[in-house]
């Protein structure tokens, strides 16, 4: 036998032979890795939710909400804080994504979410649209997420949507814009009176 193909030989017998306990063990360790990853991010999740049980049921659309002005098929990518992007909201399953249908009445937002909790929110909590890029654990072009800002108790809330067809979306923060803005005119001139009200009353009593 020539050199060289003594040295092959030598070679194809010195060839390692494969530590099968060696790599079992590493994708066990993987495997617990990636559990034990889970299982903190579903406790930070519980946690999160506890630290918001103080935010209050959610409201169930009325029973004649009125004539749809307009309606959306599409994701409910999650709520935040209003303005902070990545503080989510996980209480009464705002932190669930899904699938969404939003229909905008002069009543307000009904949100009807195959899975999940639907809700409802009211013309008077409205407090605006626009559009953005990202909400908490979801990113997309510049303009593929409807924002919308409401208040539900003592807290603002941002909620992100995305439509199928993602060109509605300037339509809807127009008509969310024009409803919040004329509830929140409703309001002040409804408290203007309201004073003015109690200020002549009050001097009329003076007055005798």
Do not use: C, N, Y
């Given at each position: 036998m020539t050199p060289p193909l003594i040295h092959l030989a030598e070679a194809q017998k010195s060839a390692p032979v494969t530590d099968w306990a060696a790599r079992i063990g590493w994708v066990v360790g993987l495997l617990v890795f990636v559990v034990f990853v889970y299982w903190l991010m579903r406790q930070g999740w519980k946690w999160r939710g506890t630290l918001q049980g103080d935010l209050p049921e959610l409201p169930t659309a009325p029973a004649d909400e009125g004539e749809p002005k307009l309606r959306l098929t599409g994701r409910y990518h999650g709520s935040t804080t209003a303005g902070q992007w990545l503080d989510r909201?996980?209480?009464?399953?705002?932190?669930?994504?899904?699938?969404?249908?939003?229909?905008?009445?002069?009543?307000?937002?009904?949100?009807?979410?195959?899975?999940?909790?639907?809700?409802?929110?009211?013309?008077?909590?409205?407090?605006?649209?626009?559009?953005?890029?990202?909400?908490?654990?979801?990113?997309?072009?510049?303009?593929?997420?409807?924002?919308?800002?409401?208040?539900?108790?003592?807290k603002e809330i941002d909620s992100g949507f995305r439509s199928d067809r993602a060109g509605e979306h300037p339509a809807w923060v127009a008509a969310i814009d024009r409803l919040s803005t004329t509830q929140q005119g409703t309001t002040?001139?409804?408290?203007?009176?309201?004073?003015?009200?109690?200020?002549?009353?009050?001097?009329?009593?003076?007055a005798r």
């Open positions: 909201i996980v209480a009464r399953g705002l932190g669930t994504r899904s699938r969404a249908e939003l229909t905008l009445t002069d009543q307000g937002l009904d949100v009807v979410r195959p899975g999940a909790e639907d809700f409802f929110v009211p013309a008077a909590a409205l407090r605006g649209a626009r559009l953005d890029k990202g909400i908490a654990g979801k990113v997309l072009p510049e303009g593929g997420l409807l924002i919308v800002t409401w208040r539900h108790g003592d002040e001139h409804s408290t203007t009176e309201h004073h003015t009200s109690t200020t002549e009353h009050t001097e009329t009593e003076g």
